[in-house]
């Protein structure tokens, strides 16, 4: 079964911590994703990797990195977090070869910055 | 301009009510459109696929897309209760490094009472 899995469920850090979301997926996918949702808004990329070690900038990339190091794991880090960066924040990923350009989503992890 | 505009509703319906979302978009380019569905305090999942003009039918659910018209609609035949979610709309264009990229829509919050 098909499966993304992220570090927390739930996490609140205070304004000017580092904050490191992980996200790891089991199905060798070779695309990761980062988008955050906020009300209103929807989904919006924050920053995507297409292989190991290579990332790309998605809509939104300010105040966030990345880091792919293995393929399975794909993680956000908020150098130093805003309360602006309070949101819901949500993995996915997804196969070169999927024909239905299907994106696997995690739980998400609903992060707040007092 | 948002590129894929969605309203965002909240939409309430009657158990068994015709239920139609909808999403317009600016860029011309996309040729691979979607809906998600995503549940109270999950990720979301794919639940209808197209591929460029035309119609798309799985069950109760129907998918049709106008590329002249830029506009993509989700319709729900005899709405259930376990049909309440937000359905997302995503979309995207062909190609290159950033293939398998998605914009989203804000999202439709659905309520289906008994």
């Known amino acids: 079964d098909v499966k993304v899995t992220q570090s927390s469920r739930y996490l609140v850090k205070r304004t000017g911590e580092k904050v490191f979301l992980e996200c790891v997926q089991d199905m060798d996918h070779e695309n990761m994703f980062w988008y955050r949702q906020d009300p209103g808004l929807g989904l919006r990329l924050i920053y995507f990797s297409y292989d190991v070690k290579m990332k790309e900038k998605g809509d939104i990339p300010e105040g966030y990195s990345v880091s792919r190091e293995k393929k399975e794991r794909f993680s956000l880090i908020l150098e130093s977090a805003s309360t602006n960066q309070t949101s819901m924040y949500l993995c996915?990923?997804?196969?070169?070869?999927?024909?239905?350009?299907?994106?696997?989503f995690g739980p998400g992890t609903r992060l707040t910055v007092l | 301009q948002k590129e894929v505009e969605q309203d965002p509703g909240p939409l309430s319906v009657p158990e068994g009510a015709i239920v139609s979302l909808n999403c317009t978009y600016s860029n011309s380019a996309f040729q691979y459109f979607m809906w998600y569905r995503q549940y109270s305090r999950k990720g979301p999942e794919l639940l209808m696929y197209t591929y460029s003009s035309g119609n798309k039918e799985d069950g109760r659910f129907t998918a049709q897309v106008d590329k002249s018209s830029k506009y993509i609609s989700l319709f729900i035949r005899d709405s259930q209760p376990s049909d309440s979610a937000t359905y997302l709309c995503?979309?995207?264009?062909?190609?290159?490094?950033?293939?398998?990229?998605?914009?989203f829509g804000q999202g439709t919050i659905l309520t289906v009472h008994p």
């Open positions: 996915a990923s997804r196969s070169t070869g999927s024909s239905y350009n299907e994106q696997f």
């Open positions: 995503a979309m995207r264009t062909p190609g290159g490094t950033s293939y398998g990229k998605l914009t």
